[in-house]
């Protein structure tokens, strides 16, 4: 499934309201670790078919990433029935983003 790209407009239809986890990454096209887990977040999103991934570029939506106290980049954040239900910061395995929204 091809990762989703956020905006402040349909970041609660796509998160907050799914019918499924969402595994969000909060990035920025400056980031070094974000670039580089780019590649693990689209394996990621081919490989969980029940889990809905999508991105949001914190330098364009600045108010989201302040609402869930984004505070380094990337962090990846699980949401399970609009909900928060896991946090990762930095740049981690393939398998830790999988465990994530598990």
């Known amino acids: 499934m091809a990762v989703v790209k956020l ?8 998160v ?6 969402v595994l969000v990454d909060f990035y920025a096209d400056w980031c070094g670790p974000c670039k580089m887990m780019g590649p693990v977040v689209e394996e ?8 809905k991934v ?4 914190i330098d364009e939506e600045m ?3 302040q609402r869930y106290g984004v ?7 699980a949401f399970k029935n ?3 239900a896991g ?3 930095g740049a981690v395995p393939k398998s830790a983003l999988a465990d994530l929204v598990k």
């Open 44 to 51: 990621v999103s081919g490989e969980l078919d029940n889990v």
């Open 82 to 84: 609009g909900e928060i």
């Open 54 to 57: 999508c991105k949001i570029n």
């Open 71 to 77: 505070m380094s980049i990337p962090t990846f954040i």
């Open 16 to 21: 907050l309201q799914a019918d499924r986890p």
């Open 7 to 14: 905006t402040a407009a349909n970041f609660d239809q796509e």
């Open 87 to 89: 946090k990762q910061v």
């Open 63 to 65: 108010d989201v990433a």
